[in-house]
């Protein structure tokens, strides 16, 4: 069935270090990966997303890179700040194109200054 | 521009009661959702409605009926409440195949 595994469920990292999220997919027909983020009592928002007509996708200390042929994508953050602490979330559209989601189970992230 | 909005903010009810939650966003968006937010199982879909007069079942359907009331507004119902419903609800929006915007939040406990 349609499923999004996200690894890890926790990560902690000092400030200044970079931090990379994983996750696979379970449906190869799946072309649009976007990555929320969601503060502590917050509502999830898109930080970056990725289609699977590009490989990599970078804004400034956020990166995204996606692999189809291994049905995995991830999600890069450089020189983290504490204000990146948070919980991340992957996800993949299984509908083609009715942008139906399915969620990873989320990372929480700590950056420990 | 509001942007997604979402009444009630909290709610307690007794198993079996009833209620609706109000979703409403202002960015002119032909898709709306609901989804239900669980600890350590992230984000799935209840309903979505790809556009006014549209509505279609997501992950976990069971136990709630949605109405898309017009291009606004996009409403959750529970008939009849169950201790399994306790949950964050988040109803978002998009154009297409674009960005959801979510609204703040509805946190439902069912005693």
């Known amino acids: 069935g349609e499923n999004v595994e996200q690894h890890p469920s926790t990560l902690s990292v000092q400030e200044g270090d970079s931090a990379v999220i994983k996750c696979t997919y379970s449906?190869?027909?799946?072309?649009?990966f976007p990555w929320y983020k969601q503060e502590l009592g917050k509502r999830p928002q898109l930080i970056i997303d990725i289609r699977s007509n590009v490989g990599e996708k970078k804004d400034q200390r956020i990166a995204v890179t996606l692999n189809k042929t291994a049905k995995h994508f991830s999600l890069h953050i450089t020189e983290t700040q504490p204000e990146d602490s948070a919980v991340y979330f992957c996800a993949a559209d299984f509908s083609g194109g009715y942008n139906k989601l399915i969620f990873g189970a989320g990372t929480r992230l700590a950056v420990h200054p | 521009n509001a942007g997604v909005t979402q009444t009630p903010k909290f709610q307690v009810l007794k198993t079996g009661q009833s209620m609706t939650l109000q979703c409403a966003q202002d960015?002119?968006?032909?898709?709306m959702y609901w989804y239900r937010q669980d600890p350590g199982m992230g984000l799935r879909l209840i309903y979505y409605?790809?556009?006014?007069?549209?509505?279609d079942k997501g992950e976990v359907p069971n136990g709630y009926n949605v109405s898309r009331l017009n291009k606004r507004e996009f409403s959750l119902r529970l008939e009849s409440a169950a201790p399994s419903q306790t949950s964050v609800y988040f109803c978002?929006?998009?154009?297409?195949?674009?960005?959801?915007?979510f609204g703040p939040g509805t946190r439902l406990t069912v005693l």
């Open positions: 978002a929006s998009s154009e297409g195949f674009n960005e959801q915007f």
């Open positions: 449906d190869s027909a799946s072309n649009y």
């Open positions: 409605s790809a556009s006014e007069g549209t509505t």
């Open positions: 960015m002119n968006h032909n898709s």
